[in-house]
Nanobody
Framework: QVQLVESGGGLVQAGGSLRLSCAAS????????MGWFRQAPGKEREFVAA????????YYADSVKGRFTISIHNDKNTAYLQMNSLKPEDTAVYYCAAGRFNIVVSRTRPRLYDYWGQGTQVTVSS
């Protein structure tokens, strides 16, 4: 059974940092794309960042570029999202996801991801 389990969310003041983790289990993810998405109340789920599990290039939404960093720790089968210089508009439920597709072309499309975590709440106060 494939599972993605997020952790690391919480309440932080604007300008602060959080690191989200996504522990993956149940299959080999070496050929997968790992992505982070977020969804704020009343808004659609939006792409945040993506990386190939095997390593290589990383991709970010313009709104988080320069502040967020996505990474993979292969030995721990875990993906991370380091979030610095947080802003109130970063407040959302954050989800990790995994799928097999062309990361260059399709990384922002939620429907192409096969597996999703349960989400973790990030709240940034002003």
């Amino acid at each position: 059974q494939v599972q993605l389990v997020e952790s690391g969310g919480g309440l932080v003041q604007a300008g602060g940092s959080l690191r989200l983790s996504c522990a993956a289990s149940g299959r080999t993810f070496s050929s997968y794309v790992m992505g982070w998405f977020r969804q704020a109340p009343g808004k659609e789920r939006e792409f945040v960042a993506a990386i190939s599990w095997s390593g290589g290039s990383t991709y970010y939404a313009d709104s988080v570029k320069g502040r967020f960093t996505i990474s993979i720790h292969n030995d721990k089968n875990t993906a991370y999202l380091q979030m610095n210089s947080l802003k109130p508009e970063d407040t959302a439920v954050y989800y990790c996801a995994a799928g097999r597709f062309n990361i260059v072309v399709s990384r922002t499309r939620p429907r192409l991801y096969d597996y999703w975590g349960q989400g973790t709440q990030v709240t940034v106060s002003s």
